[in-house]
């Protein structure tokens, strides 16, 4: 067939079955998949060549980690690598256990179970983040935690493949000098990528952007992306895994935002491509002619590893009981690192044929399966869950002069002083009991999410003249600002600051004007202290005024280390320092009147 035909064919196929998919609740994820069942080489075999469309469309992964670490800086990331470390490996420890256990149990060899076993255990990663992304729960605390898991995922896969060779007899482990070179190697790499990245990478992009010329720079974005990715993978590690590394390095960077925009179509058209190819592998003859074992199969892969990573979650993540098994729900499936260990498992003659085709299709019929597992459990388990949330209010106030986000003990403070002078206002809170509790008290609140673009639309953001951002959460407080910023900048943010580093990323967001939350309690607290102690009311007020200014200038001089810890501690030294002698100062001058 003509291949313009074909991609007619495939545009016609996704643009019916993805909306339709969505429209019923399903996701657009299976709409995907079934474009592919449909089109496939067991369907009407549009395509045949099912490889060479999976090999390309598992760029659009590299592309979704690329930006996945631009929205991760590296102190974040530093953060996070207890969990990744420790709660990714148990993850896989368990998971390993668990389908190599059944596997022997079943009959099969102890060969047999660890090769299932080491494949089984990972999860997809472009099928979990897309589904989180779908449904805006990457940063959610089982989001989190289902990133950080997939990220030692991507990791562990190169020291599978490796051991594969043997468990086929084909020889001792690599020698120590072997292995010595190749650690070498990947530190080399590893090392030139984060030199590039923090020295080089932005003065290009700075040299290219400069030229003003769109396409170059979208070219120079992909050039990017799949410079590092071919880089990682010459060296045995996983592209997507590169592809976050070059993310993070230039998470800090200026443009950052403009990457993120330049690869975002591209993004979503593979990932879409990706989840059309996993359809297209499975083959609905082999189903069909044994359907029980296949699907029967897929069921205590999803029930065995549900229950494992609910487990991780709930003890060692420390998650509600509902967050957690939404968590394992989520990571229940196998994934695509699972077909490459299966098919080299084949070659090396692990697998015989008809088990191969088997495995590769009972991980295809899980990844059909999680979606629909999610949906279910959103519409049975949360639904009648005692902690699950109403639907977001419909707001339909008008226009007010001010919006209130986050109506929690900071927020309802300026609430209370608007109502007092009746002046009209809109307050969202995203705590549905927070605001059935200040409702019965007479306030009127909207139980709404603030850090949503179509929420903040529905509050009437852009007729107000000031937004309150008083949300508690520092995550969904700075995505609430840079939308803001974004699609409303004719509105001024007075906002809430938990503390210094996080009135440090309010004024990366553009926020001018911010108040700690705790700060001007404690001085005024301070100046009591010294009266209490003998100082004069006059003095303690010019002193407390005095250390304020000097504190309030340290502030804002370093925002710009907020990232580098080392010069953050260097500058607070000075700081501390310098209002040393400011005290000292005015000390003399007080002597001497």
């Keep these: 067939m003509n291949p313009l035909a074909q991609l007619v064919i495939l545009f016609l196929v996704a643009v019916i079955a993805v909306p339709l998919f969505k429209r019923a609740g399903l996701g657009a994820i299976l709409g995907y998949i079934a474009a592919g069942i449909l089109l496939g080489p067991y369907g009407m075999r549009v395509f045949s060549d099912v490889d060479t469309m999976m090999h390309i469309s598992e760029f659009g992964v590299v592309l979704l ?5 631009l929205e991760l800086q590296f102190s974040r990331l530093k953060a996070l690598r207890k969990p990744i470390f420790g709660l990714g490996s148990l993850q896989v420890a368990l998971c390993m256990t668990g389908i190599g ?25 472009a099928f979990v983040l897309q589904l989180l992304a779908e449904k805006k729960e990457l940063a959610t605390s089982h989001g989190r935690l289902a990133f950080t898991i997939l990220l030692f995922q991507d990791m562990a896969v190169v020291p599978f493949i490796a051991f594969l060779p043997f468990l086929a007899g084909g020889g001792s482990p690599s020698s120590w000098e072997e292995n010595l070179f190749d650690a070498g190697r990947i530190a080399l790499t590893f090392a030139g990528i984060v030199f590039a990245g923090r020295y080089l990478l932005r003065h290009v992009l700075k040299f290219i952007h400069a030229t003003q010329v769109r396409e170059i720079s979208i070219a120079a974005a992909l050039l990017l992306v799949a410079g590092t990715a071919l880089l990682m993978e010459s060296v045995g590690l996983s592209m997507a895994l590169g592809a976050f590394v070059a993310g993070v390095l230039l998470a800090d960077s200026e443009f950052r935002h403009q990457l993120e925009a330049d690869i975002e179509p591209f993004k979503g058209l593979l990932l879409g491509l990706f989840f059309i190819s996993v ?31 609910a487990l991780i979650g709930w003890r060692g993540g ?72 109403p639907a977001f209010d419909e707001i339909d106030d008008g226009k007010t002069g001010v919006v209130i986000a986050g109506f929690g003990r900071f927020g309802q403070i300026s ?17 549905p009991e927070q605001v059935s509790v200040v409702r019965r008290f007479g306030n009127k609140v909207h139980y709404g999410d603030a850090s949503q673009l179509d929420m903040l639309h529905a509050a009437r953001v852009g007729d107000a003249k000031v937004l309150i951002l008083a949300i508690d959460d520092i995550d969904a407080s700075l995505r609430t600002a840079r939308l803001v910023q974004q699609d409303f900048p004719d509105v001024r943010i007075l906002a809430r600051a938990r503390n210094r580093r996080h009135a440090h990323l309010l004024m ?35 002193l407390i005024q005095l250390f304020r200014d000097a504190d309030e200038s340290t502030l804002i001089r370093q925002h710009g280390l907020h990232n580098d810890p080392d010069k953050i501690l260097q500058s607070a030294k000075e700081a501390a320092d310098e209002l040393r002698e400011l005290f000292e100062e005015d000390q003399r001058s007080r002597d001497r009147s």
């Design 415 to 431: 609430g209370r002083v608007l109502a007092s002078l009746r002046i009209p206002f809109t307050a969202l809170d995203i705590n």
């Design 279 to 309: 359809g297209m592998t499975l083959n609905l003859e082999r189903v069909l002619a044994n359907p029980l074992f296949l699907i029967s199969g897929a069921v205590l892969l999803m029930l065995i590893k549900t229950v494992l990573i």
């Design 65 to 69: 980690m690329f930006v996945i670490g």
């Design 318 to 389: 420390k998650l509600k009981k509902l967050g957690a098994l939404r968590l394992g729900l989520l990571l229940s499936q196998g994934g695509e690192f699972g077909f490459v260990i299966f098919s080299m498992a084949g070659q090396l003659q692990l697998l015989d044929k008809s088990l191969h085709e088997q495995l590769i299709a009972i991980i295809t019929i899980s990844m059909v399966l999680t979606p629909i597992a999610v949906f279910l459990f959103e519409k049975t388990v949360m639904r009648f869950a005692h902690d699950s949330h």
């Design 101 to 125: 256990g059944v596997t022997l149990l079943l009959g099969y060899s102890l060969t047999l179970a660890i090769v299932l076993g080491s494949a089984l255990a990972l999860s997809s990663t």
């Design 508 to 542: 990366d967001a553009g926020v001018t004007w911010m108040v700690r939350e705790n700060y001007h309690s404690s001085l005024l607290m301070a100046e009591e202290m010294l009266v209490g102690i003998g100082r004069e009311r006059k003095e303690a007020q010019e």
